[in-house]
């Protein structure tokens, strides 16, 4: 059954045409960009042709550009489907049954659309919300952390086998399933994935490709010898289509194209944009992210090097972590410039991986904590980074699920800081109840300094779903106290309600 599914799903694939949309419509799409026809630069991406192909539009627009009457926004209007965004409220639920009860919701499978940016795969998955209408790597780990709390063990070995289709057909997972998102990857969650659905054994030639991706591609040998990882895009040339007049602007204002790079790297960290890439914190012109070998994306590696039983590189590894990551004045771990040979010194939560991936030493993991406790403990939570300049998204004031639950693990592992990763926990917790009191949704981000205010900095609007705070809730709510039977009860009742409901509108 499940080879008959791929089989009739390779060839639907081999019958559709999809491309990145810079490429398929060329200078149409960089007026529609460039003109600010829609404030997020990333709808247009996300449209697809209602009738005419993308080679007849192009022609089409060609024809008609210099027409005194042509408009360029009836034009596009005329010839795609423009996408939405995806907002959920429901006032009556709780934050627990929304939590659980949203999943369906942000359930999506491919619809073999032709002309679409979109990257298809079999079976289903989970998305983010907002503008975010494709699945992410990274997030979909700690989307998984709430799938298995809502006993979505389906969904779950679905993504998996998604990303290990995604593998196989492209060598790597790309950042999410948009072609304009081909030339780089994500924080290589994969091997945590696989092992939190004890399905590693199963996907051990998917783990090996993916490690010879980052190896190949993504390797710095230094000096001594050591090898260690930083981001990069393939596609290192081009501004991103999704953000493509943002990057143009940055591009020109430091009137060099090499920006795009370290743009592109930035979004393969998943921390798009921090001052932890930025020279100048308060510039973001200044960011030299493929110079930077990062922390959090070597622990990660370490890893998979323990998954895939390649324990003499995960040595090494962890090794050259503790010389060129580990900082005894700071007492903290932070990146390594490799360009500079001198460690970034800035001060992150990707100081956190060393210990809650098992690198860091108890007296290193007891100073990091400290200053966890003295330097980033807020009344929402814990801070991204404490810089006092940047207004990126990934910085001081902003919490992110990820890393609240990343630091709350590491802290659970730490002697004698127990209590502290509780603290951030509970204060967590009741930041996303907060939010969800005052506004029946959960968010992208939080700032957690000002906890009456809502997150802001970057590039695009706080977004609400949303996937990954979702899954850190759940993940959090229930590792003090069992799961109520009757929230599942009614969870499958809301779900057959859905189901029959469905079957209503579609007769
Ligand atoms: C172009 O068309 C849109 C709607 O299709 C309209 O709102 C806009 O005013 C038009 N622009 C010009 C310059 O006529
Ligand atoms: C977007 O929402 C509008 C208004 O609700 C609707 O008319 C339109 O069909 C939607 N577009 C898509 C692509 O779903
Ligand atoms: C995509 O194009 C193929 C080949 O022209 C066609 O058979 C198929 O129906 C199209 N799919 C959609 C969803 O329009
Ligand atoms: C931009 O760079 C070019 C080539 O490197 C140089 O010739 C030009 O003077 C620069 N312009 C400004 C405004 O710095
Ligand atoms: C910002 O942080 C730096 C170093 O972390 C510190 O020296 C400076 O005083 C801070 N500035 C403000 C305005 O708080
Ligand atoms: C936040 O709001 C609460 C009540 O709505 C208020 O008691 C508290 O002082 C506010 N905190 C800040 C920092 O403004």
Known sequence: MKTLHLVVFHLIILSTISQSPDQLYDELFEAVQIQRLFSDSKTFCDAVP???????????????????????????FNNFIIPNTTSIVHEKWTIEQHCHRLWPLLTRTTNHENFSSFIDVPYQFVIPGGRFREFYYWDTYFTMLGLIRSKEVQLIDNMLENFAYLIRTLGHIPNGNRYYYEGRSQPPFFSLMTELASKTDKYKDELEKEYQFWMDKRSIKLDDGSILNRYYDDLNARPRPEAYIEDVEIAHKKNNTDVYVHLRAAAESGWDFSSRWMEDEKDLSTIITTNILPVDLNCLLYHLELALNKKLQAENRRRAIHKYMWSDDLQFFTDYNFIRKKPTNRLTLAALYPLWLGIATKNQAQNVARQVESLFLRDGGVVTTISNQSTQQWDNPNGWAPLQYITYRALLKTPGYESLGET??????????KVFQDTGKMMEKYDVVNINQSAGGGEYKTQDGFGWTNGVYLEMLYDQQPISNTVLYRKTIFQISSLIFFIFISR
């Open 50 to 76: 209602r009738t005419l192909g993308s080679n007849q539009i192009l022609d089409l627009y060609r024809k008609e550009y210099n027409n005194p009457t042509f408009n360029l926004t009836s034009f596009i």
């Open 424 to 433: 951030i926990r509970r204060r967590w917790m009741a930041l996303n109840e």
